[in-house]
């Protein structure tokens, strides 16, 4: 049966594009749609009314939300090749707890970067680089967070390296300079084409982020 | 892997937490002899803070002396682990995805609402009231397409998300007791009120849930220790 597989996006989401990295490291052809996050279609609102955001994967037409639902989904129906999961119970529950403490975590403290003044900023940066403290201490000395191959931790972490840039200039700090660790695994993960592929430039990532704090802060 | 002895098993708790009565369903339907071990209210345990560094938080699974956090995954590993009981997870990956949205949602927009209750007064009560009621007709739909005419989630047995949602089921009845509401009714989430009697008479259940008083009492205890009845612990 030929598969119809679509995915409701948006360029800049790093949660969408865990999706598209996951779709591009199992060869799965796929068709993109860019989401109006200002002007919702009509297909995103039924294909996820209950929170009304992308990504969306639609498979034969029955949609999956929720951006690590969906990468595990792709892993268990695409079990062919590239595997995100280990296979040992013990180090899926922690790739799984790794990747959830991605999701609670890195996107809340990352964008009071960029949308808090003052003291409170002050407050979030010291978060932030509490926050990737922790993962570079889960990383160790693994090239990958999935250990020597590329995995689902690194899937749900990877994609926001396309925003440092933004976090670094709002945040007022040199991510090579207080975690290079990070940045040597990013960069290890830009080697591979689905990762590279998939990434948007972080210039034109800086200057989306500029505008939306522009319109937050009503500069 | 056979029947492990207790002390192999050990799960750090509390007896009022919805997340630690998860992990316990669980262990039930796997029949899974295990340690149950108290945390006091107001202190964490050493072992609490090593096994659980980044979180500090109840429940902890301890397996053959390795730990693992957060409810919801260490569901998910009681049943890839103890494989040879009764199923958990659904074995098509479709209905994987959609239990595993729906448990999100229950943590992440359902309970959240269902704790705001008692701290609202008013207005603004009436509206989180709402927003409750309209995330549990939402449950609702989806009992009745997960369900397919049966009594659960997972068909005939008990399944991810009966356990995910059920276990909310004890502290669903204290706050509607407290805040004098009903968020489980009869017009709205027919299929829920009836559901819910069927999960708690579920032998894997019996026993776990503590019963609506004790709760309401404990909520008293939390007010005062905390000033708010429900912080996660």
Redesign the interface.
């Known amino acids: 049966m030929a598969e119809e597989v679509v995915l409701l996006d948006f360029w800049v989401s790093m949660f969408g594009m865990r999706v598209r990295v996951a779709l591009a490291e199992k060869g799965i052809k796929y068709e993109y749609r860019e989401e109006d996050l200002r002007n919702k279609s009509d297909l995103l609102l039924q294909m996820n009314p ?1 929170h009304k955001k992308i990504p969306v994967l639609i ?1 034969n037409g ?1 949609p ?3 951006s690590l ?2 990468v ?2 792709i892993d ?2 695409w079990n062919d090749k590239s595997p995100l999961l280990p296979s040992d ?2 180090k ?3 790739a ?2 790794w990747a ?2 991605v999701d609670k975590k890195v996107y809340e403290s990352g964008r009071k970067l960029w949308t808090t003044k003052g003291e409170e900023h002050g407050a979030a940066k010291k978060e932030f680089l509490e926050i990737l403290k ?1 993962l570079e201490e889960e990383l160790g000395e693994k090239p990958y967070f999935g250990g020597e191959t590329f995995g689902f931790v690194d899937v749900a972490f990877v994609t926001f390296y396309s925003w440092f840039n933004a976090f670094e200039t709002f945040g007022e700090f040199s991510m090579e300079a207080e975690h290079p660790k990070i940045i040597a695994w990013a960069k290890r993960c830009m080697q591979k084409e689905s990762v590279a592929k998939t990434l948007p430039d972080q210039q034109k990532v800086y200057e989306f982020v500029l505008g939306m704090r522009k319109r937050f802060l009503g500069e | 892997m056979a029947n492990s002895s207790s002390t192999d098993v050990k799960v750090l708790g509390a007896w009022p937490s919805p997340f630690v009565i998860r992990v316990r369903i669980a262990l039930n339907i796997k029949s899974v002899k295990y340690e149950f071990l108290e945390e006091t209210l107001g202190s964490k345990s050493q072992l609490l803070l090593q096994s659980n560094p980044v979180y500090k938080k109840i429940p902890v699974l301890i397996h053959g002396g390795k730990s693992i956090s957060e409810s919801l995954i260490i569901v998910q590993y009681i049943d890839e682990v103890w494989n040879s009981g009764p199923s958990i997870l659904h074995s098509d990956p479709y209905d994987r995805a959609i239990e595993r949205f729906w448990a999100a949602y229950v943590d992440d927009k359902l309970f959240p609402s269902m704790k705001l209750i008692n701290t609202a007064q008013g207005e603004e009560k009436a509206a989180i009231v709402e927003q409750a009621i309209e995330g549990l007709v939402l449950l609702e739909e989806a009992f009745q397409k997960s369900s397919k005419g049966k009594a659960f989630f997972g068909g005939d047995r008990i399944g991810f998300l009966d356990i995910a949602f059920g276990s909310m089921l004890g502290w669903l009845r204290a706050i509607e007791k407290m805040g004098g509401v009903k968020l489980l009714d009869e017009a709205k989430t027919p299929g829920l009120v009836q559901w819910a009697e069927c999960f708690c008479a579920d032998g894997a259940v019996k026993g776990i849930i503590p019963d609506t008083e004790k709760l309401v009492e404990f909520a008293k205890i939390l007010v005062k220790m905390k000033g708010a009845p429900l912080g996660k612990n």
């Open positions: 209950v498979h029955k999956i939300c929720e639902i969906i595990q989904y268990e129906v119970p013990y899926r529950a922690q799984r707890f959830d403490f922790t």
